[in-house]
T-cell receptor, first 115, second 113 residues
Framework: DAKTTQPPSMDCAEGRAANLPCNHS???????VYWYRQIHSQGPQYIIH???NNETNEMASLIITEDRKSSTLILPHATLRDTAVYYC????????????????FGQGTILTVHP | NAGVTQTPKFQVLKTGQSMTLQCAQD?????MYWYRQDPGMGLRLIYY???????DKGEVPNGYNVSRLNKREFSLRLESAAPSQTSVYFC????????????FGPGTRLTVT
């Protein structure tokens, strides 16, 4: 699986957009980009995923660069409840021995939303 | 829907004791997983069950056993607890393996003294 690099921490003002970057320069053509977050003391929560097109759901938007070497998770109107560790994960399915769709969590970005 | 539930929420064991962590999901998912989370290590997969009746080792299976009791329930057993197994344990489930998103339970905080 491709390695991801995220900034260790970011701050955002409440009500503003939070843009969380992720670098995955060694990503392969069959690898997807996933984002999860973990609010303190809770289990990780799925946010969004994509392959090469930009994606949007009720929680966030995912912007993937054309060369797929990096992506940005956008929380359009951050609230205090969005304070969490955000994980960018690259996943591949079905490649021998990893048919369970390995989900590898790195260190993530600690996002702190301020009032 | 309750989603993924785990019991107990907290547990303290002495070295050598055994216990079973319980996990259940009500989303009719086929696949279930057990992870552990340690400071600075991220989450690591212990065991998974792609479907009812099957289980497979993950990255760190030593010292653990699992049982897929039925489609809803997937338990994790520590036969002889060691201090190195002090961790937060998360259960997760997904529609199937592969690229389907995984839904996590609230976790069990285990301390082995």
């Amino acid at each position: 699986d491709a390695k991801t690099t995220q900034p260790p921490s970011m701050d955002c003002a409440e009500g503003r957009a939070a843009n969380l970057p992720c670098n995955h320069s060694t990503i392969s053509g069959n690898e997807y980009v996933y984002w999860y977050r973990q609010i303190h003391s809770q289990g990780p929560q799925y946010i969004i995923h994509g392959l090469k097109n930009n994606e949007t759901n009720e929680m966030a938007s995912l912007i993937i660069t054309e060369d797929r070497k990096s992506s940005t998770l956008i929380l359009p109107h951050a609230t205090l409840r969005d304070t969490a560790v955000y994980y960018c994960i690259v996943r591949v399915a079905g490649a021998g021995g990893t048919s369970y769709g390995k989900l590898t969590f790195g260190q993530g970005t600690i996002l702190t939303v301020h009032p | 829907n309750a989603g993924v539930t785990q019991t107990p929420k907290f547990q303290v064991l002495k070295t050598g004791q055994s216990m079973t962590l319980q996990c259940a999901q009500d989303m009719n998912h086929n696949s279930m997983y057990w992870y552990r989370q340690d400071p600075g290590m991220g989450l690591r997969l212990i065991y998974y069950s792609a479907s009812e009746g099957t289980t497979d080792k993950g990255e760190v299976p030593n010292g653990y056993n699992v049982s897929r009791l039925n489609k809803r329930e997937f338990s994790l057993r520590l036969e002889s607890a060691a201090p190195s197994q002090t961790s937060v344990y998360f259960c997760a489930s997904s529609v199937r393996t592969g690229l389907h998103e995984q839904y996590f339970g609230p976790g069990t905080r285990l301390t082995v003294t």
